[in-house]
T-cell receptor
Framework: QQQVKQSPQSLIVQKGGISIINCAYE??????FPWYQQFPGKGPALLIA?????SEKKEGRFTISFNKSAKQFSLHIMDSQPGDSATYFCAARGAAGNKLTFGGGTRVLVKP | KAGVTQTPRYLIKTRGQQVTLSCSPI?????VSWYQQTPGQGLQFLFEYFSETQRNKGNFPGRFSGRQFSNSRSEMNVSTLELGDSALYLC????????????FGSGTRLTVV
């Protein structure tokens, strides 16, 4: 059962543009929502994370928007750069443990 | 500061064999989690260890097992390998598994032939 749904599966954006990735979850017990960036041959690296009592969090060019009532959250990458080309995963952590449930991933390609 | 170290990086095994993968967490981190990554199923949680005790377990068959040592290093074992076990196995460490975040290693690429 996929408890975190991520869209789109892939995304092409021009350099300087905005990349937007969306995730929706079902389990209201989730209490921590991180985003990870993964390059080929590497493990996922934590980008930014948010808790459900916060509606937005910004770190540099990366912003998470969180809508608790809709059970949705999204990642915005501002001023996208070719170096941002990677696969991005949203995730959610269950309140009962430290298991991360991941979305299916979004492959982002930033064209110069 | 050293990151999460996983060994070996690549492994080729024959169906029916068993395999042991190793993970050395970041110094001071006591929580170690294991994930399987495949193109079809994505990233799936295997199990988490904290202070040598399994704290959480995912929906994988009993052929998948793990353990954690007193120095927080962890191993996972897969017995009676199947072709479908071919995947990237990732280890993630955290101070306690809370809001400190999880740091992933580069993984072990297991190919079962």
């Amino acid at each position: 059962q996929q408890q975190v749904k991520q869209s789109p599966q892939s995304l092409i954006v021009q350099k300087g543009g905005i990349s937007i990735i969306n995730c929706a979850y079902e389990n209201t017990a989730f209490d921590y929502f991180p985003w990870y960036q993964q390059f080929p041959g590497k493990g996922p690296a934590l980008l930014i994370a948010i808790r459900p009592d916060v509606s937005e969090k910004k770190e540099g060019r990366f912003t998470i928007s969180f809508n608790k009532s809709a059970k949705q959250f999204s990642l915005h990458i501002m001023d996208s750069q070719p170096g941002d080309s990677a696969t991005y995963f949203c995730a959610a952590r269950g309140a009962a443990g430290n298991k991360l449930t991941f979305g299916g991933g979004t492959r982002v390609l930033v064209k110069p | 500061k050293a990151g999460v170290t996983q060994t070996p990086r690549y492994l080729i095994k024959t169906r029916g064999q068993q395999v042991t993968l190793s993970c050395s967490p970041i110094s001071g981190h006591r929580s170690v989690s294991w994930y399987q990554q495949t193109p079809g199923q994505g990233l799936q949680f295997l199990f988490e260890y904290f202070s040598e005790t399994q704290r959480n377990k995912g929906n994988f068959p009993g052929r998948f097992s793990g353990r954690q040592f007193s120095n927080s290093r962890s191993e996972m074992n897969v017995s009676t390998l199947e072709l479908g076990d071919s995947a990237l196995y990732l280890c993630a460490s955290s101070f306690s598994g809370g809001d400190y975040g999880y740091t992933f290693g580069s993984g072990t690429r297991l190919t079962v032939v």
